[in-house]
């Protein structure tokens, strides 16, 4: 129990003497006393919005709901559909939830294969800006799920949750990244040169995520993938595949690659640079 102000025991001997006509005349105004009791009429503040309330008590590194999130933008397809078509207007990206995704873009009448995506990727983004048109066409590898997002909603999910908006980030900066490097396979004569150089980025990529010491790598990646990454069809791309199994260069599980020795393909690749010089004197 809180214990009662000193000087409360007073009281009594003070009515006592308010008793008193001269004490009565010397008592200070009634308004001094008054003046406390405004101090305690304070407005209470205003209910607040549940809704801001419930913002600002989740903390944002929870993430968003899968589940909500895929019952309310969730866009099923299967192997064979066409997500959207090059040149069509586009007001939503996605967000591909399961299955794979393969981009191409015709040019001078050819199909080429841009990338194929895996689940966790961004995709139709540009379609974000405004106006803008679709710059590629999404088929779908399998079948799958994808995410809808319209531009407010996803500025909304980078806004709440830093952890999705560093996710994607770095997979736009990793998208600049790999359209550097095609760039310099493209510049690239030899095909031999193209496939080479494609695994070795890959390997130094997987290397450098992974922290191994040692001077192997293995990553994953389909003959497809591999087709897009140096510009080649399939066909070509595995004839070269090949004669690296045969030169004992890398070895092949599945849809895996496993690269023994990183430095003995890194002398390979110069080695095709100092015959494709040759060839070019010639």
């Known amino acids: 129990m809180i214990s009662p102000p000193e000087g409360d025991g007073a009281a009594p001997d003070a009515e006592r003497e308010a008793s008193s006509p001269s004490d009565a005349e010397r008592a200070p105004p009634p308004v001094v006393?008054?003046?406390?009791?405004?101090?305690?009429?304070?407005?209470?503040?205003?209910?607040?919005?549940?809704?801001?309330?419930?913002?600002?008590?989740?903390?944002?590194?929870?993430g968003p709901d899968p589940e909500r999130l895929r019952a309310r933008f969730g866009r099923p397809f299967e192997a064979g559909d066409v997500i959207f078509r090059e040149g069509e207007p586009g007001t939503e990206a996605y967000l591909l939830e399961e299955g794979r995704v393969r981009l191409i873009k015709k040019v001078r009448g050819a199909e080429r294969s841009l990338m194929v995506l895996k689940p966790g990727d961004l995709f139709g983004e540009s379609a974000l800006l405004g106006g803008a048109a679709r710059s590629s066409t999404a088929i779908a590898l399998s079948r799958g799920v994808a995410l809808a997002l319209d531009q407010g909603t996803l500025q909304n999910l980078v806004e709440r949750n830093p952890g999705v908006a560093m996710r994607i980030i770095k997979q736009l900066v990793g998208r600049l990244r790999d359209a550097e490097d095609q760039i310099e396979i493209m510049m690239l004569t030899d095909t031999q040169s193209k496939v080479v150089n494609a695994l070795l980025k890959l390997a130094q990529q997987s290397r450098a995520a992974s922290g191994a010491p040692s001077n192997g790598a293995s990553f994953a990646i389909s003959p497809m993938e591999l087709s897009t990454r140096v510009g080649l069809d399939v066909d070509t791309v595995k004839r070269a595949v090949q004669q690296l199994r045969e030169g004992q260069y890398l070895r092949v599980a599945d849809e895996r690659l496993e690269i023994p020795d990183i430095e003995a393909l890194r002398r390979l690749f110069g080695l095709l640079g100092l015959k494709d010089e040759i060839r070019g004197e010639q």
Do not use: C
């Not at 305690?40 to 903390?59: G, I, N």
């Open 33 to 62: 006393a008054a003046e406390p009791a405004r101090s305690r009429s304070v407005p209470a503040a205003p209910p607040a919005d549940p809704e801001a309330l419930a913002a600002r008590v989740e903390p944002a590194e929870s």
